[in-house]
């Protein structure tokens, strides 16, 4: 038997067993997905806890629903990987898992202790995140009783998961403190180290001015070095300082421990890859897909989701020692939540940048590209329903993995 090992059944590990599952002979393959948790996180959903829009139900899953049959499921964090010795340590029962190829899927994760401060005292009490379950929840709770004052949104470093997030949380922060009537006692501002309020200049054009329009204040290039949470300032390395009242955080993103204890990761532990192929730069059999990967895309859901598809397709063939003509084009889709019942959608990959048009039936849509409409907002809002049953599950959707330019204006 040939053993592929899987690290993290999160979004891309989940998919990824699931449509393996279908095209491995499993007379010949062993599956082995190894996991720290029985959960599985919806995270795009955490966006709307501290605003009271979805619950507990709406975001939780048991990850073992999701799992093939015949596929082995282990609970375990990960100690290390031997790229050498072709096996990973497991911390529960020092077990050691052999394998063939490897797939790290362990994706990226909030750091909020790489900056000074952060979680000094103040941590879940004026200084809160939504990146994670628990802080969405704690932010709910705080934001319930909050009377208004400066609300900044700092984010730490770049890259950072769903990058559209933090500007969506200021939307809905608009709208929601608008239908309590205390919008004018809010003071919203995004601080934030890239140069505008996205990282692409045609979506920054059109987000900056939704942004003023909502009298939402932008601090660009602010690198943020430390917090005193007792004065409630936010200090970047040029000693340029941000009074706050409420503090929502994007902390700095890293991959996994055992990557770096692994020496398989970059200064933040994401894993260097081939960005066509997911092929890792130094070990011809082992694969990062998802946010594990150091990908120069947005790390998203979606494109977790088209990798995977071109992952599969290559995949298949590397292992009968043929070439990957697959090439992933660094494909992105994301909703924007604008609020008010609106939504932007925008798609992009490496080397084409979000453009006008309509999305994904040419001149039709239903969803509109780089523009403001309720139908986006609706495809936001069904994307929860999309994810459950279809992209997790590794069914396929009627959308092409990698990008294209029906439908665009360029
Ligand atoms: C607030 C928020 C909003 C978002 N909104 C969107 C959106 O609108 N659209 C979109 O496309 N994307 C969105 N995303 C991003 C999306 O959720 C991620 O990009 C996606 O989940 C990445 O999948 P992944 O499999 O790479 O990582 P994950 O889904 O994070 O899975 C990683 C898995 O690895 C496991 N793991 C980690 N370390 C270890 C270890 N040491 N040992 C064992 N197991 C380990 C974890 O338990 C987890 O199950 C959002 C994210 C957040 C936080």
């Given amino acids: 038997m040939k053993k592929l090992v899987i690290l993290g059944a999160g979004t ?12 491995l002979n499993r007379d010949e393959w062993k599956i082995t997905i190894v996991d720290q948790a029985e959960t599985h996180y919806y995270q795009p959903g955490f966006l709307f806890i501290p605003f009271g829009i979805y619950g507990e139900n709406d975001v939780i899953k048991p ?46 994760h909030p750091r909020p202790g790489q900056t000074p401060g952060l979680t ?30 400066r609300l900044v949104l700092n984010i730490a470093e770049i890259p950072f998961k769903c990058p559209v997030a933090p500007l969506e949380f200021l939307f809905l922060a608009d709208w ?25 200049p045609r979506a920054t054009k059109l987000l900056s001015a939704i942004l003023e329009e909502k009298n939402i204040k932008v601090v660009p290039e602010f690198m943020v070095e430390r917090v005193d949470p007792e004065q409630k300032l936010l200090i970047s390395y040029e000693e340029e300082e941000i009074p706050y009242d409420l503090l929502v955080t994007v902390p700095v993103n890293m991959g996994a421990e055992y990557i770096e204890r692994s020496g398989l990761g970059d200064e933040l532990n994401h894993v260097p890859v081939d960005k066509h192929t997911f092929l890792s730069t130094e070990y011809d059999n082992i694969f990062a897909l998802g946010d594990a990967a150091n990908l120069p895309t947005s790390k998203a859901g979606s494109v977790a989701h088209f ?18 003509t697959e090439k992933f084009d660094g494909h992105a889709n994301c909703y924007i939540e604008s609020g008010f019942g609106k939504g932007i959608l925008i798609d992009f990959n490496y ?11 040419p001149g039709i849509g239903p969803f509109s590209l780089l523009q403001e409409s309720e139908m986006n907002h609706w495809g936001k809002m069904m994307f929860r329903w999309i994810y459950w049953n279809v992209l997790l599950k590794g069914k396929e959707m009627p959308i092409p993995a990698n990008m294209t330019m029906a439908g665009k204006w360029a």
């Fill in 12 to 23: 891309a590990g989940t998919m990824v067993a699931n449509k393996l599952s279908h095209v």
């Fill in 63 to 108: 990850k073992r629903d999701f799992m093939p049959p015949g596929i082995e499921m282990i609970v375990s964090e990960i100690e290390v990987v031997e790229p050498e010795q072709n096996r990973v340590r497991l911390v529960k029962d020092n077990r050691i898992l052999n394998y063939d190829y490897l797939i790290i899927a362990t994706g990226t």
């Fill in 120 to 149: 000094d005292g103040e941590w879940r009490k004026s200084i809160h995140d939504f990146y994670t379950y628990e802080g969405a929840v704690a932010l709910a709770k705080y934001l319930r009783t909050w009377e208004g004052g």
């Fill in 176 to 200: 929601h403190f608008t239908m309590l009537g205390m919008r004018d006692k809010v003071d919203l501002t995004l601080v934030t180290p890239l140069p505008g309020a996205f990282t692409k």
């Fill in 307 to 324: 990798a995977s598809e071109v992952f599969i397709e290559n995949f298949v063939r590397y292992i009968d020692g043929l070439e990957m």
């Fill in 351 to 361: 080397d084409v940048e979000p453009l006008p048009g309509k999305f994904p039936l």
